[in-house]
Nanobody, 115 residues
Framework: QVQLVESVGGLVQAGGTLRLSCAAS????????MGWYRQAPGKQRELVAT???????NYAESAKGRFSISRDNAKNTVFLQMNSLKPEDTAVYYCTATILGSPYWGQGTPVTVSS
């Protein structure tokens, strides 16, 4: 059984910063690609960023230059550092990991950016 546990999001003012983390646990050695998606009210879930086991990141255009994804392979943990937050970043953020060829998702953590 695989479980992804995300840190608590929160409320932050526009221009502020927030760091999310997500730890994968279960009966496996290591996660392959890990990443973050988000879903704003009334919108579809969208990519924020992913990172390979080797550390190669991939960012959505909206995240480039403001967000930074990283991971700790020894702890199967992925991080998302979010800077210069905007109200349009308000969403539920979901962690994802590909483990043994299957995708897994966290429960989601809400992030609200006030103007």
């Amino acid at each position: 059984q695989v479980q992804l546990v995300e840190s608590v999001g929160g409320l932050v003012q526009a221009g502020g910063t927030l760091r999310l983390s997500c730890a994968a646990s279960g009966t496996f050695l290591s996660a392959n690609v890990m990443g973050w998606y988000r879903q704003a009210p009334g919108k579809q879930r969208e990519l924020v960023a992913t990172i390979t086991t080797g550390g190669t990141p991939n960012y959505a255009e909206s995240a480039k230059g403001r967000f930074s994804i990283s991971r700790d392979n020894a702890k199967n943990t992925v991080f998302l550092q979010m800077n210069s937050l905007k109200p349009e970043d308000t969403a539920v953020y979901y962690c994802t990991a590909t483990i043994l060829g299957s995708p897994y998702w966290g429960q989601g953590t809400p992030v609200t950016v006030s103007s």
